[in-house]
Nanobody, 121 residues
Framework: QVQLVESGGGLVQAGGSLRLSCVAS????????MGWFRQAPGKERDIVVA????????YYADSVKGRFTISRDNAKNTVYLQMNNLKPEDTAIYYC??????????????WGQGTQVTVSS
């Protein structure tokens, strides 16, 4: 069965960094676009970053441009999210998504269970 397993979340002070990983199995990872979404309490799940199956094109939400970087390793079926200069407003559950759509949409594709990121001020 399809599995996306996120890791790397945690508690960090403002200005700090975290690196999230998402390992996929049960699907042809190298043919799918990948994205990271986040959902804060009481808010909708929004796309943060995404990368095409080739790795050539990326998408970044305005709120994270210059601070977050998405990358992928098709040989390891893994997508990464490097988050630098974290802010309290980045606090959310972060979800990994695999999709044939570009950019990935919040209502389709395959999803992980999420990993909590908490940024203290």
């Amino acid at each position: 069965q399809v599995q996306l397993v996120e890791s790397g979340g945690g508690l960090v002070q403002a200005g700090g960094s975290l690196r999230l990983s998402c390992v996929a199995s049960g699907l042809t990872f190298s043919t799918l676009n990948m994205g990271w979404f986040r959902q804060a309490p009481g808010k909708e799940r929004d796309i943060v970053v995404a990368i095409t199956w080739t790795g050539v094109s990326t998408y970044y939400a305005d709120s994270v441009k210059g601070r977050f970087t998405i990358s992928r390793d098709n040989a390891k079926n893994t997508v990464y999210l490097q988050m630098n200069n974290l802010k309290p407003e980045d606090t959310a559950i972060y979800y990994c998504a695999a999709s044939s759509s570009w950019p990935p949409r919040a209502n389709s594709g395959y999803w992980g269970q999420g990993t909590q990121v908490t940024v203290s001020s």
